[in-house]
């Protein structure tokens, strides 16, 4: 079946510094990613979606300049979470949509997650 | 906007029994409903899938049906495991913007089977 990674899948950083999150689909073409946040005992929550070749859409009240997201190629994604304070140490999960114009089954396949931890 | 609910939050039973899970969802215009699996601290295992125009999905001990009309949603466990043990995650995708969908999660339903 279709798989996606993430990597790192644990990262731990000081107040302040940049954290790059990569979620690749492995075994298809994905026009369609996106990213979710997950708080300890809580639900996910959609933060953004990214479509290859264009800009995110960003959910309402996540911050454009503080998680930046990339989707420059069909297989992979990216997420950045710059200057990161200790309130954005969470799990985050991506998940990417196989793109039904390549035969693909327009199904999304979720990731592993990534937990940040920012000290 | 579409909200899920998933009632109970938490759930114990001893090991087999047979068990529901239910799932509740505002948004009629649904293209799916998923149940997800979640161990703690790991990412979401797709357990079944439900397009709108089925009634209902079965995977070895797991049924999940689907009601567009009422807006719900059940994860019928049969002769439950202590493996089971899990949070259970239903999401329903709908329409977001043009031609674009997105999933909404529930909480999700915390189950504790015990042996």
Known sequence: GAVVSQHPSWVICKSGTSVKIECRSLDFQATTMFWYRQFPKQSLMLMATSNEGSKATYEQGVEKDKFLINHASLTLSTLTVTSAHPEDSSFYICSAREDPRTGGTDTQYFGPGTRLTVL | ?115
């Not at chain 2, 797709?46 to 070895?60: D, K, Y």
């Not at chain 2, 009601?67 to 899990?86: E, M, N, V």
């Not at chain 2, 995708?93 to 915390?110: D, I, K, M, V």
Request: charged share 15%; hydrophobic share 30%.
């Open chain 2, 1 to 115: 906007k579409q909200e899920v609910t998933q009632i109970p939050a938490a759930l114990s039973v001893p090991e087999g029994e047979n068990l529901v899970l239910n799932c509740s969802f505002t948004d009629s215009a649904i293209y799916n409903l998923q149940w997800f699996r979640q161990d703690p601290g790991k990412g979401l295992t797709s357990l079944l899938l439900i397009q709108s125009s089925q009634r209902e999905q079965t995977s070895g001990r797991l049924n999940a049906s689907l009601d567009k009309s009422s807006g719900r949603s059940t994860l019928y466990i049969a002769a439950s495991q202590p493996g089971d043990s899990a949070t259970y995650l239903c999401a329903e995708e709908c329409p977001y913007s043009g031609s674009a969908r997105q999933l909404t999660f529930g909480s999700g339903t915390q189950l504790t089977v015990l042996p």
